[in-house]
């Protein structure tokens, strides 16, 4: 039961527990307990909007920075993952496999607020070794979601 659930809210995080039930083919009471359960248990961690910040603010950059770090004595990658996690910028911060350690997600305004904030904040920290930026370019699909509608097609005729 948990997993249709989840599997549900990470569809629509806007479904109510009546919803839900109806869904499930249980009582709505039922529902709201399971979900509130998995909150409180912190299966569920919060609710989010997917925003396409393209159709609002184009000025938005996203970008992901890839670190190789050198890993604390004690503590391994957490000690820099945290203090990489305390800067409003930073969306996500993941511990990876491959050729980098740590895969940082960051918002800014501009690609020089991107690269002021690696070269001044993130390449600063003790323990970082390297980075490589990327910067997104157009999002298509996010989080399962179809962002935008089917563009245009190209009407131009071929030349021969």
Known sequence: MQEKILKLLEENARLTNRELSVMLGISESAAASAVDALEKSGVISGYRAIVNWEQVDKARVNAWIELK???KRDTGFDEVAQRIMEFDEVVSVYLMSGSYDLLVEINGYSLQDVAMFVAKQLSTIDGVLSTSTSFLL???KDKGTVLGGEE??????MVL
């Open 138 to 140: 157009k999002k298509y």
């Open 69 to 71: 770090v050198s890993p």
């Open 152 to 157: 245009e097609s190209d009407k131009r005729s």
